[in-house]
T-cell receptor, first 113, second 113 residues
Framework: GENVEQHPSTLSVQEGDSAVIKCTYS??????FPWYKQELGKRPQLIID?????GEKKDQRIAVTLNKTAKHFSLHITETQPEDSAVYFC????????????FGTGTQLKVEL | NAGVTQTPKFRVLKTGQSMTLLCAQD?????MYWYRQDPGMGLRLIHY???????AKGEVPDGYNVSRLKKQNFLLGLESAAPSQTSVYFC????????????FGPGTRLTVT
């Protein structure tokens, strides 16, 4: 089955700096790659996603890049703010078999003032 | 329009007791999923359903059973709870086979002593 690895497990940045979280996946058939943000005690919330026919997608301060050849994708957050502090999860999915998501182990992002 | 709800929010069980977690949705989604979330391990899929009357195993199904008698409800059962089942349980839904975005419920925190 699919295996998703996520790095780093913790990331501390100064407010205003950029943050980058990286994930790799194992199944070349995977074609959907979402990123979820989870605040303490809350449910995961989708913040951005990318399909395999697209190399990059941007939404204001958040961007995701995908390298299908290398089987890795990354989340980029620019001009970080304290409210960006949370746990971020990457995931991968492919069509069929329930469109199941396989999650990475998460990155605790802390934005310091 | 409540979206995805989970009952109960918190529960403490003794080893060997049984319980059922309820996930309810009013979005008319076909697909429903049960995940468990443990520290440092991300979200792992327990069971899922692609429609009323169907269920299938996920990554970590042992010790759990599920039922989807009605489209809007997905039940997760623990027949004989074990301390290893202490976790936060999330339900998620997805529109249909042509979709990828999953919508998460608020979670149930279960402690087995």
């Amino acid at each position: 089955g699919e295996n998703v690895e996520q790095h780093p497990s913790t990331l501390s940045v100064q407010e205003g700096d950029s943050a980058v979280i990286k994930c790799t996946y194992s199944d070349s058939a995977s074609n959907y790659f979402p990123w979820y943000k989870q605040e303490l005690g809350k449910r995961p919330q989708l913040i951005i996603d990318i399909r395999s026919n697209v190399g990059e997608k941007k939404d204001q301060r958040i961007a995701v890049t995908l390298n299908k050849t290398a089987k890795h994708f990354s989340l980029h957050i620019t001009e970080t703010q304290p409210e960006d502090s949370a746990v971020y999860f990457c995931a991968a999915s492919k069509a069929g078999g329930g469109n199941k998501l396989t999650f990475g182990t998460g990155t605790q992002l802390k934005v310091e003032l | 329009n409540a979206g995805v709800t989970q009952t109960p929010k918190f529960r403490v069980l003794k080893t060997g007791q049984s319980m059922t977690l309820l996930c309810a949705q009013d979005m008319n989604h076909e697909y429903m999923y049960w995940y468990r979330q443990d520290p440092g391990m991300g979200l792992r899929l327990i069971h899922y359903s692609v429609g009323e009357g169907t269920t299938a195993k996920g990554e970590v199904p042992d010790g759990y059973n599920v039922s989807r008698l009605k489209k809007q409800n997905f039940l997760l059962g623990l027949e004989s709870a074990a301390p290893s089942q202490t976790s936060v349980y999330f339900c998620a839904t997805m529109l249909d086979a042509g979709s990828y975005e999953q919508y998460f419920g608020p979670g149930t925190r279960l402690t087995v002593t």
